[in-house]
């Protein structure tokens, strides 16, 4: 009675609570938040499911089929590993700054497909092993077979117990420890209940004392999981909210000290533009009072042509176009210089600037083929 009902609520409330955790899945991969926490409630969705389809299936075993207690244990076998497995694959998703413990990074150094297929694998054979083992000595107890899964459930249990100590520290949370610590002790007295055999605990321990003690802790340690977990998905949830805001406050806050930054460097640069047209205003009123005076032809030929190729080309190139030596084009533009009273650096673009507004192109030598 007591069996079929512990059975019953965890039934219950798991495939509830897994169905509630499905509808959290979907909807906040639909909102495109973290990838690495989403799949956390999707693993944990279905561990906790798992326990729900652990449970349906012992009720079906022993109240409908009337199954050995063999089979039972080998189903619990069963269905304690593959919880196990979805609680390791959703220990990455617990965030928090300080290190991460073995069972995640052991998860992390592999791809999901790859540690499922591994998991299966390894846990595959020492199954094989111990149930080819059970099934020829007939003297092992059914509670032999648990051997499989006891150091594979210690293992999850202190992993989870220290990401969660971890992610709630991390939250300002260190309350937390209080509960996680007794998840952790209850997952203990589970597995204990599972592995030492009634026949042995009777001797100390009264038997029906021991059963409700066995599936109180089977029970609280499942319904305190999920507990901890909605804790833990909803701290997440509204101080991610919250980290959010502040990294978008901090985001602004930087971006509006480099737009000042940009700012004072535009102002700076722009009194250096004002400071430059002033200079090229002067420069222009010289050349305009410049143009006054009469050049050859030579040198207006020369200045046409060295608009016409540009303030990139050399004089060296000026002068090849021309067909003529380099030294007698630098007399040229020293002379139009003189002329046009140029000194200084900027010089060949105030030639180029004087021969485009004087119209000079006419004497331009330098064919358009060229």
């Known amino acids: 009675m007591l069996a079929t009902l512990e059975y019953t609520v965890t039934a219950i409330v798991c495939l509830i609570t897994a169905i509630i955790m499905q509808r959290i899945f979907i909807k906040e991969r639909q909102k495109s938040v973290q990838a690495s926490s989403v799949q956390g409630i999707k693993w944990f969705g279905l561990a906790i499911f798992t326990w729900g389809l652990g449970a349906m299936g012992n009720l079906t075993l022993t109240e409908i089929l009337g199954s050995s207690h063999k089979i039972t244990v080998y189903w619990g076998v069963f269905i304690s590993l593959a919880n196990s497995l979805f609680i390791l ?48 000595n007939t003297d092992l107890s059914s509670n032999f077979t648990w051997l499989i899964d006891i150091p594979i459930s210690i293992f999850v249990a202190i992993s989870l117990l220290l990401e969660l100590n971890n992610a709630f520290s991390s939250r300002q949370m260190k309350f937390m420890r209080l509960p996680t610590t007794a998840l952790f002790v209850l997952i203990i007295v589970a597995v204990s209940q599972r592995i030492i055999p009634q026949d042995q605990v009777v001797q100390f321990i009264d038997q029906e004392f021991w059963l409700i003690v066995g599936s109180i802790s089977a029970i609280s340690f499942k319904f305190l999981f999920i507990l901890l977990f909605s804790i833990l998905l909803y701290s997440w949830k509204f101080l991610s909210e919250k980290e959010q805001q502040q990294t ?90 003189k002329i046009l009273n140029i000194s200084g650096a900027g010089g060949k673009e105030q030639l180029i600037t004087f021969a485009k507004q004087n119209n000079l192109v006419e004497f331009q030598s330098i064919s358009e083929a060229k």
């Open 89 to 136: 694959l959703s220990l990455p998703s617990i965030e928090h700054a300080n290190q991460r413990g073995l069972g995640v990074r052991l998860v992390e150094r592999f791809s999901t497909k790859e540690f499922i297929m591994l998991y299966s694998g390894v846990l595959g054979m020492i199954s094989f092993v111990f149930l080819t083992t059970s099934f020829t």
């Open 248 to 337: 978008l406050a901090q985001t602004l806050l930087i971006q509006n000290n480099k737009l000042k930054a940009e700012l004072e460097k535009i102002s700076l640069a722009n009194e250096s533009h004002l400071d430059t047209i002033k200079s090229m205003k002067m420069e222009m009123g010289v050349l305009i009072s410049s143009s006054k005076v009469d050049l050859s032809t030579r040198q207006k030929e020369v200045l046409a042509n060295l608009a016409y190729l540009g303030g990139k080309s050399s004089y060296s190139q000026v002068a090849q176009e021309m067909h003529i030596s380099l030294d007698g084009l630098q007399t040229h533009i020293h002379q139009i210089k």
